[in-house]
Structures are given as C-alpha cells and as structure tokens.
C-alpha cells in the first residue's frame, strides 16, 4: 500500500508518530500505540441476510479466514495488563480475501473518540507530552481538556479492565458506506460483542491481577476451544452525523448481524508476525467504503509509517 500522495497529511502522521514516541518513548519493532499485543486465528462466517447491508465479497462467501489482533493500550510494550492506562483494549481483525487481498476492521473498547480531526488528535498528544505532573496547574492537557469538551468526555468515559480479552465489546471508531448489490447504500459503525458476553472487574480486583493476566488467560483459553464474536453493524438515521467519531449515535439505532467470528489458534512465530502486519482502517473493498470522516485518511497513513518503521527494526 503505497503512502498517500499529499505530502502535508504524510507531515502530520510523522508529526502524530514523533507525539507518541515522546510520551512512550522509542521502543524499536513496536506499534507506536496498542504495541502490546497477540495475534490469533480463525474464521468468519456471514450472518443470514447479511447482504441485504453489502455486497462486500466476505459477505457473500461462506467463510473467509481471518486473523485477528487483541492489544493493550499505549506503545509501551510492558505495560502490565491491569494498569488503568491499558484500556481501551484493542482488537483488529483481517478478513483474508486471496493472497495479498484482505479488508480490516480496527476497534477499540471504548465507543468513540477524543478527537474530531487529525489536526485536534496530534495537539492532544502534543498536550499529553508536554504536561509535567511536577508542575503548577494548568497543565497543557488540562487546559486542552478544558476547551474540547468531547476529548473530556472521552476520558472521563469509564473503563473498567475485562477479565478476558474475549470477555470485552469492541467498537469501530468511524463509520462506513455500506452497499448492497442493489446498489442502496447506509452508513453504519461496526460493533464486535464477545458469545462469552461481558465481564468487567472492579478497580480493586484488577490490582491483585499478575501483570500479564490478560494474555496469559488469552493463550489458556484459546488452548481449551474456540473465542467467538458477533460482528454487528450499527446503523445511523437519516440525519445522523456520519463523519464525526466523537460524536455517538442513540442507542436505539438498529443493529444489523453481520457475522460470526471465531477464533481457533494463535499465529505461530507471533512476534514476527506483529512486527509484519499492517491494518489499515480503510477498508478498500467493494461494498464497503470510507465514510468521510477525516481521522480515515490520518489514521491509515500513521498504520503505514509506523508499520513501515516496524518492519525495518532490527
């Protein structure tokens, strides 16, 4: 995937990537975000109906393999699995389409955003680096947190730690055109819910946690049977604000069931394989567009730098 041809969004995802090397520090091989992470597979089934919503060819398969990420927060590639700043977790997933051919879906566990625009996402992290807690109030973050009220609400949103990376809901950040073969298009943002269903621990439960608690019952539980999810689409109204990931939709849109994903077996050489896989948040397939959400473009020439700089590390 070649990198997008105007230079000054390039400029800004370097920019973006020199704001997390900053506040994590370099950790060479890893992803600037999410870095701590594990990679399974499995595959995908589609929901009955699915293709009433896209024409898209996972869709209109039986199945189609996929590979999928689950992650901890930050570009620290230690962080202990109950330390607050791991949440949201992450969870990417690849549709493997043919060789070389794929469409991914990139989640995290918390349903929205801080930022409205690439330019509002690097001045958060610009703010994040800059803030010293040694120092007399305001901080630059605070007074960022104090002029963007959604980057506010993002933060103060709750997020508890899953006692299980298959016990968590992911949420897609931006929303996507969706296209059936009849050509009737609707706008949607994915939602991923665990068959486990939910769990979540409380503060102090998480502090009795080892540090990799999380993996460690990751590799326990893929060795004793399968991890599945029901792919969701959240559909919006007429009317809805379909370019904005900060902005939430009422609960009472529809969900439409897309699919099943299950999950059989860790990917071996699992290091390796993460420092060489790219997601991109574009999902490049036909029946499934970008919405035009700015973040899109941003975010998959970030995905690209950093995983172009991880693949090069020694």
């Known amino acids: 995937m070649p990198l997008p041809s105007d230079e000054k969004l390039v400029a800004l995802g370097e920019d973006v990537l020199k704001q997390f090397d900053a506040i994590f520090g370099l950790h060479p091989g890893f992803r600037p975000a999410h870095a701590k992470g594990s990679l399974l597979t499995g595959t995908f089934t589609p929901a009955p109906g699915a293709a009433s919503l896209t024409r898209a060819p996972h869709i209109t398969r039986d199945s189609t393999p996929v590979t999928a990420r689950f992650s901890d927060s930050t570009g620290i590639p230690i962080i202990p699995d109950n330390d607050p700043n791991a949440n949201p977790r992450g969870l990417a997933i690849r549709f493997n389409l043919a060789e070389h051919v794929h469409t991914d879906i990139v989640s995290h566990s918390t349903d929205g955003f801080p930022a409205r625009t690439g330019q509002e996402f690097l001045e958060l992290l610009t703010a994040i ?6 120092k007399p109030s305001p901080s630059p973050i605070e007074l960022f947190l104090g002029s963007h009220p959604k980057a506010l609400e993002f933060v103060q949103t709750p997020k508890p730690a899953p006692s299980s990376f298959a016990r968590e809901s992911y949420f897609g950040v931006t929303a996507m055109r969706f296209t059936n073969a009849e050509g009737v298009s609707r ?16 503060d102090e439960t998480a502090k009795t946690k080892a540090p990799n608690f999380l993996f460690e019952e990751l590799t ?3 060795a004793t049977g399968p991890i599945s999810f029901q792919l969701l689409v959240q559909i919006a109204n007429e009317g809805d604000v379909v370019d904005d990931s900060t902005v939430h939709w009422p609960s009472d849109r529809p969900l439409i069931p897309l699919g099943n994903i299950v999950l ?32 899109l473009e941003l975010r998959a020439a970030v995905y690209l730098l950093s995983g172009r700089r991880r693949r090069q590390a020694p």
Do not use: C, M, W
């Not at 680096?129 to 040694?134: T, Y």
């Not at 706008?187 to 409380?202: E, K, Q, V, W």
């Open 129 to 134: 680096a800059s803030s010293d807690p040694s």
């Open 187 to 202: 706008y949607g943002r994915y939602r991923i819910i665990p068959d486990a269903g939910n769990d979540h621990l409380d």
């Open 220 to 222: 326990q539980r893929i």
């Open 264 to 295: 059989t077996n860790p990917v071996p050489d699992d290091a390796h394989e993460q420092k060489k896989i790219i997601f991109d948040p574009i999902p490049r397939v036909d029946g499934i567009e970008p919405s035009d959400d700015p973040l």
